[in-house]
Antibody
C-alpha cells in the first residue's frame, strides 16, 4: 500500500521560503493515479488544503495561497514537493502530504503522511 | 469557495451513546462529501467518502448520510477509541474545503 513521508526544515525564518518534500513508497508516483496533495493545519485549528497536482502536471491551488505556492512532482525520485514563499508567522502549521484519490468527480484524501510541524520564527 | 459548517463544534458523550454530527454546505454539493477522524498528534483518517460509503476497515458503527447541502455522520454506539475530532470535506469544487471540525470528548 502507498505510504507517504514528509521531510523538510522544522524552522523557517520570516520572509524566507518554506520547502517540503513528500516521499512516496509502496507505489510509483506516476502510475498510482492519485493527485499529490499538501494540506496544513494551524495549531489547534482545522484543515486547509494548499495544493494538489497530478503526475501529468495538472495543478490546483488554494486561491488564498495561490500567489505564494508551487507544487511539483519528481517522478525519478518518487517524490513531490511544496514551496511556499515569503512566509510569516501565520504559516506556522503542521503540513501534511496526502494522496487525493477517487473515481469520476469523487475525490478523497487517503493516504496521509504523518505530518511535519513547521514553525516560522526568527 | 464553498463554505462547510459543522455543528456542534464540540460535544461530550459517554461510551455507548449514539452521536450525530452535522455538516452543512453553503451551496448544493450533491453527495461530494467525505468525513475524517483525527486523533491528537495524528494525521486525519478517512472514514466515509461520497457521503455514505464506508472506507474499508472502518467499523460499521460509523455511517454517513445526506445530499445537497446537509450531511450527517452518525456513530451508533460510541467506543473509547472514537473520542477524536471529526471533519467533513467537500470535493464538489476543485477548490476543496473542510468543515471546522467537531471534537467529541468524554462526558
Amino acid at each position: 500500500q502507498v505510504q507517504l513521508q514528509e521531510s523538510g526544515p522544522g524552522l523557517v525564518k520570516p520572509s524566507q521560503n518554506l520547502s517540503l518534500t513528500c516521499t512516496v513508497s509502496g507505489g510509483s508516483i506516476s502510475s498510482v493515479g492519485y493527485y499529490w496533495s499538501w494540506i496544513r493545519q494551524h495549531p489547534g485549528k482545522g484543515l486547509e488544503y494548499i495544493a494538489y497536482m497530478s503526475s501529468s502536471g495538472s495543478t490546483y491551488y488554494n486561491p488564498s495561497l495561490k500567489t505564494r505556492v508551487a507544487i511539483s512532482v519528481d517522478t525519478s525520485e518518487n517524490q513531490f514537493s511544496l514551496k511556499l514563499t515569503s512566509v510569516t508567522a501565520a504559516d506556522t502549521a503542521v503540513y501534511y502530504c496526502a494522496g487525493l484519490q477517487g473515481s469520476g468527480n469523487f475525490h478523497w484524501f487517503d493516504p496521509w503522511g504523518q505530518g511535519t510541524l513547521v514553525t516560522v520564527s526568527s | 469557495d464553498i463554505q462547510m459548517t459543522q455543528s456542534p463544534s464540540s460535544l461530550s458523550a459517554s461510551v455507548g451513546d449514539r452521536v450525530t454530527i452535522t455538516c452543512r454546505a453553503s451551496q448544493r454539493i450533491s453527495n461530494y462529501l467525505n468525513w475524517y477522524q483525527q486523533k491528537p498528534g495524528k494525521a486525519p483518517k478517512l472514514l466515509i467518502y461520497a457521503a455514505s460509503s464506508v472506507q474499508s476497515g472502518v467499523p460499521s458503527r460509523f455511517t454517513g448520510s445526506g445530499s445537497g447541502t446537509e450531511f450527517t455522520l452518525t456513530i451508533s454506539s460510541l467506543q473509547p477509541e472514537d473520542f477524536a475530532t471529526y471533519y467533513c470535506q467537500q470535493c464538489y469544487s476543485t477548490s476543496i474545503t473542510f468543515g471546522g471540525g467537531t471534537k467529541v470528548d468524554i462526558k
